[in-house]
């Protein structure tokens, strides 16, 4: 409400200025040129753009703990865009060619006046919010995943710290294997309750600190805790393989946040756009595709158009993905899930052409526009094969911190995987993708899926 507030007073502002400076033309007086239809046109459609803009920086992700210097940095530069924005749109046909000097004078006005109206309402909103928080006003309820000494000693430090960083810790909750503290204060639950717990005490982050220093146990008992859709904290210096996640909190105890991805906020909220646009896009420019390979099926073999299967995603939760079918009708009626190989007698003479030019993968755009998958993350399994993958390699775990993508890393580099080997050395590959994710990367694997799909290397 402050930044919508502040961008209209900013851009009001800034055409009083302009008006009075005779960088306008056609009007006497300032009543006039305020009310023209052109202005009053501006003064609503610029500020909801300025506001689109400070959506995509990223700014609104994290309400209550702001570095201020990333929140400098961030309102320099959505200002910087909101200016040119700004230029383009309402200005550029105003400018005076013969007084270059006096466009520049302007044009300042308006990024010094969008600034520092902006940034002043930001500051004292985060300074107020950073002090309810040292004083204890404002806390968030958390759970602390371990019960041992090193969750006690932890939460009797958070506890004993003059200025709170926000935690008010609820309870613990016990992780099987290791010796619980006697005398606790706290109530200990065991994993069978966290959804429970989490709803009555309306929990918002769950840290985990446990006294069993093995990778395997730890990353176990994360993959366990994504399903919940809570931040997911650990202290880093008990695990090496973790030290690479992004650092959330200097204050204290700082903790490593093991349920984002490694990409900045302004750069998420990008991709999920850029997601939303392409897969609308290409649902509306591929309906004249998607009805003939739906003909070419139906004449094919006998059966439905569409293959669902549901796969895990998102913080490890289950979904829905969308196929074309390739394969004959109740292939796996037989019992358990079976991976397909290059002459897999189930595969139809339709499905083996469309598997190669991965056509199949088609209808998966369906998925990104629901938020199920992005364009480009992690291919999604199977619970029973995510079982597998995690007993023999844990950090698979991590890749439930993205959605899953229509492509991959481990897709265009390895290609499909034909059993549970397989899956796990594609999994170095989707491994590097999270320590390495942007916006430039994921045009790259987009480009590469576009040649091996022309070249008719799907399979």
């Not at 990223?58 to 230029?87: D, H, M, P, Q, W």
């Not at 105003?94 to 010094?112: H, S, V, W």
């Not at 002090?131 to 806390?139: D, G, L």
Request: charged share 25%; net charge positive.
């Amino acid at each position: 409400m402050a930044d919508f507030f502040t961008a209209n007073v900013a851009w009001f502002t800034y055409n009083c200025f302009r008006f009075q400076l005779g960088g306008v033309r056609g009007y006497t007086n300032i009543g006039d040129f305020l009310s023209s239809g052109m202005i009053l046109v501006g003064q609503v459609v610029l500020p909801l753009l300025m506001m689109c803009v400070y959506y995509l920086s990223g700014y609104y992700n994290e309400v209550f703990r702001k570095s201020r210097l990333a929140e400098l940095v961030t309102t320099f530069k959505s200002e910087v865009v909101n200016t040119l924005l700004a230029f383009f749109i309402a200005l550029i046909n105003d400018m005076m060619t013969d007084n270059r000097g006096f466009n520049y004078e302007i044009i300042l006005i308006l990024f010094a006046l969008l600034f520092f109206l902006t940034y002043i309402c930001r500051v004292l909103i985060t300074a107020r919010t950073s002090s309810n928080i040292k004083n204890r006003r404002w806390r968030f309820n958390t759970l602390v995943v371990g019960a041992g000494a090193s969750a006690f000693a932890f939460v009797e430090k958070l506890n004993k710290m003059r200025q709170s960083t926000g935690y008010h810790v609820v309870g613990y909750v016990d992780v099987p294997g290791e010796n619980r503290v006697k005398d606790i204060d706290l109530p200990v639950y065991t994993f069978a309750d966290i959804a429970e717990v989490c709803r009555k005490e309306d929990v918002k982050e769950l840290i985990v600190v446990p006294t069993n220093q093995d990778n395997k146990v730890v990353l176990a008992t994360i993959n366990r805790l994504y399903v919940y859709d809570l931040p997911i904290k650990v202290t880093p210096e008990r695990f090496n393989m973790l030290s690479r996640s992004r650092i959330f909190d200097f204050s204290g105890d700082p903790l490593v946040d093991v349920s984002s991805s490694h990409m900045d906020e302004s750069a998420k909220n990008i991709k999920r756009v850029l997601d939303v646009m392409c897969s609308i896009a290409a649902l509306i420019l591929l309906l004249p595709v998607y009805a003939i390979v739906a003909v070419l099926i139906k004449c094919d073999s006998k059966g439905p158009v569409f293959y669902s299967q549901e796969r895990l995603g998102l913080h490890n939760k289950p979904f829905k993905i969308v196929k074309f079918r390739t394969m004959v009708d109740g292939a796996e009626q037989a019992g358990k899930p079976q991976l397909s190989s290059d002459n897999d007698p189930r595969i139809t003479k339709l499905g083996r052409i469309m598997r190669k030019y991965r056509i199949d993968e088609l209808p998966q755009f369906w998925n990104v526009l629901k938020g199920d998958m992005a364009m480009v993350g992690p291919r999604p399994e199977r619970e029973y094969y995510a079982k597998m993958i995690l007993e023999r390699e844990p950090a698979y775990s991590l890749i439930h911190k993205v959605r899953p993508g229509v492509t991959s890393l481990g897709q265009v580099k390895f290609g499909y995987a034909k059993d549970v080997d397989e899956m796990i050395e594609r999994l170095r590959y989707d491994l590097l993708y999270l320590d390495n994710m942007s916006i430039l990367n994921d045009l790259k694997i987009i480009a590469y899926t576009i040649k091996i799909v022309i070249k008719g290397r799907g399979l």
